[in-house]
């Protein structure tokens, strides 16, 4: 489960939290001779050990301490505390079936009908166990009988965009146009874009956002636009402990995902890379924040 | 000629206008039989004809209708017009040779010993006959003995940056950086580039710029960051009868170079693409436009 999510086949902050969950609970399960207090060590290293794989993803923290704290509360018999953790995970999982198809509830009356939505990276199923956070208003708008098309930001380096979000929409039979990162500003020059709605992976108290890197300079398009840029996430994903946007530790990922491609080699040796998987967009270029608690605007000031 | 140019095997404004006067001569070689009449009209078609493969790079038209010009000012014999083509060919690229260097001279003031240059694309040596455009002031910086280091945005599509710029720079000894188009905000929040520099397709007479894809939010990252955005850019890539970046028509290139890279396919069939080869950046976010005949600035006024 560290190597899914470390390389990325298991992404998107919600997903990712359900399979940290799943995968603790995969990973007990070749310790069945454990005793209660054997088991809850290991569930407090396993945890700390798949919590670290992805530390800018708040979903993953909040994902695996929502566990601890039932393996510990429930301390009886190392089999009530197995189940107990399967019966949790279960509920992270359909919790998030339900909170994806509300923050769309909330979100629907921002996505109009004819609406042209631009998206960023992969904010949509194959990032949840639902129908997605940035995408779950279009897909709303879609069951309402409205007409909406999307232009996907291909989203590099690893091209979620063109990859995931391309392929999921195509799936929902909806009208999808992807693009290089770089030419999204073009497109809301010639007036071709009525909103922006990205997901995130980290909500600070003030409402700075950190998702995709190329989340915060889309933002700085939308603004000079004039076109309303809205984040779209779980309410888990607000993290009051973050009081702004420059506390977030950013992730640095591999240099190799931008030398080479497909197994094509396009940069020379000798070159360095600089290659942050996130960025940070302050709130006071987010129109609104939509979760499943309802949308939220600036300025922000979220609790716990 | 024609090919090389439309499958940007030649690329860059200024080695397009070279190429082109080039690609005539040799064009003509092959009708070594013609009347002189017959030989001013193959001169017309065969400008018309190379001209039309990028009609965004100004250069290409300018270099074309210089050629034309020296053709019917001649106008004597066929064997006279084809040497005076030769000569008018080979002046073009020791004039471009001169012209880069010029470039860098008026630049060089801008590039204090320890810049951290952010550039897009490729306008250095690989783009002109000489040691280019966006990259002589930092050819020259190094020269005078100056610590210079450079960011290159990698440039999709077609990798330019990460391709060219990046092997051009490790081959003159200059530390340089890739990063994703999408990746260069942060850098700037980062406090990590003093300033931009970037080349120019074609400059409208009140200073908007029609550059590569992504100039334009590069522009708008800078200015969101208080960074000088420079654009460096032969005189000749003025075109004062174009008023304003509205009335440039901007070309758009093959889907298929964001569904697939390297023979990778990369996006689900059903999926449509926009791919703007060019985006226009305005006057206002430009902090000044370094040619070979000086330093403009705003409010720009360019004349013929």
Redo the contacts between chains.
């Keep these: 489960v560290c190597d899914a999510i470390l390389t990325l086949a298991v992404r998107g902050a919600p997903a990712i939290g359900i399979a940290g969950a799943m995968g603790l609970v995969v990973a007990l399960a070749a310790h069945d001779a454990d005793s209660t207090p054997q088991l809850l060590a290991r569930v407090d290293d396993l945890s700390a050990r798949i919590g670290s794989v992805r530390p800018t993803a708040v979903n993953l923290m909040w994902a695996l301490e929502r566990m601890r704290r039932v393996a510990h509360a429930t301390g009886e018999s190392p089999e009530m505390i197995r189940s107990a953790l399967r019966r949790e995970a279960d509920a992270i999982l359909r919790e998030d079936r339900a909170m994806c198809r509300r923050i769309g509830e909330h979100g629907l009356s921002l996505v109009a009908d004819g609406a042209r939505v631009l998206t960023h990276c992969n904010a949509g199923a194959l990032a949840t166990g639902g129908m997605g956070t940035a995408l779950a208003p279009v897909y709303l708008a879609k069951e309402a009988g409205r007409t909406v098309s999307v232009?996907a930001?291909?989203?590099?380096?690893l091209?979620q965009g063109?990859?995931l979000t391309?392929?999921e929409l195509?799936q929902a039979g909806i009208?999808?146009?992807?693009?290089?990162?770089?030419?999204?500003?073009?497109?809301m020059?010639e007036g071709r874009v009525d909103l922006v709605i990205v997901g995130a992976d980290r909500i600070a108290a003030n409402g700075d956002v950190a998702n995709k890197?190329?989340t915060?300079?889309?933002a700085?398009?939308a603004r000079?636009h004039g076109i309303p840029f809205y984040v779209a996430a779980p309410w888990s994903t607000v993290d009051p402990a973050t009081r702004t946007g420059a506390e977030i530790v950013?992730e640095h990922r591999d240099a190799d995902e931008?030398?080479s491609?497909?197994?094509?080699r396009?940069?020379?040796?000798?070159?360095?890379?600089?290659?942050?998987a996130f960025?940070?967009t302050s709130a006071e270029l987010i129109t609104a924040i939509i979760t499943d608690r309802g949308i939220a605007r600036t300025p922000y000031h979220f609790a716990g």
């Design positions: 232009f930001d291909e989203t590099r380096p091209l063109s990859r391309a392929w195509v009208d999808v146009t992807i693009l290089a990162d770089n030419m999204a500003a073009s497109l020059r890197i190329g915060f300079p889309l700085l398009a000079h950013i931008l030398m491609t497909a197994g094509w396009n940069a020379p040796a000798g070159v360095s890379a600089y290659n942050p960025d940070v």
